[in-house]
């Protein structure tokens, strides 16, 4: 396993993430992938009119493909950090590629206080997302996976609201024609201190369905 409190062997994460540095690599890998997902597919991206861009958010979204996390980070129209699991870090190249793009290192068997330690300090930067993938891994059916609690725990210990977000990949009935890409923000939401963390994620992941094409896992849905 790779993984380091340094990016490319002498940049200090913690003094990086939410940097002007990091708001530098942002901004180009935010330009590159722009081009990139606008030339290959067909773009749709909905902002609640509540969304303020300004505004540090703990983001809670779908998970369907890799490129999950330069679509939604790229969209929302202001610069954001991911937390990736530890599986992203085993390559070290790929590892500080990532680490340059805000991603926060994450083992979620034994997440550690210096990962939550930065994702607070990036939430107390004005107008930095925190990007969580609600379902802690991909879904590879038409139903989302089960909602995890790491979003709904960060955005109560930040005292931050949480938002959630929806992404929908639609093929064209004509195969020769560009997938479309729909990206969905929703309403910005508070929540009570003592309300149950499980209780607060599955609202939220329902949230979520609304705003995407997938359905809630079968459970949730059951009365």
Known sequence: MVHSDKILGFIDKNKFYGSAPALIMFSIAKFL???????????????????????????????????????????????????????????????????????????????????IKTAKNILKKDNWKLLVFIEGTRSKTDELGKAQTGAAFLARLCKTPLVPIG??????????SRKKIIVKVGDPY??????????????????????????????????
């Not at 992404?167 to 020769?176: E, L």
């Open 33 to 115: 992938c722009l081009v990139y997902f606008y030339a290959t597919h067909d773009i749709e991206v909905e902002y609640s009119k509540n969304f303020d861009p300004n505004k540090s958010y703990v983001c809670a979204a779908n998970h369907k493909s890799m490129f999950d996390p330069p679509i939604i980070g790229s969209l929302l129209n202001s610069p954001s950090a991911f937390i990736a699991k530890k599986e992203l870090f085993t390559n070290k190249f790929f590892a500080d590629l990532i680490s340059l793009c805000s991603a926060i290192y994450l083992d979620r068997d034994k997440p550690g206080s210096s990962s």
């Open 167 to 176: 992404i929908s990949y639609r093929n064209k009935k004509n195969p020769n």
């Open 190 to 223: 508070y929540f009570s201190k003592t309300d149950d963390l499980n209780d607060v994620s599955e609202e939220c992941l329902k949230r979520i369905s609304q705003l995407c094409d997938y359905k809630l896992p079968s459970k949730v849905n059951e009365p």
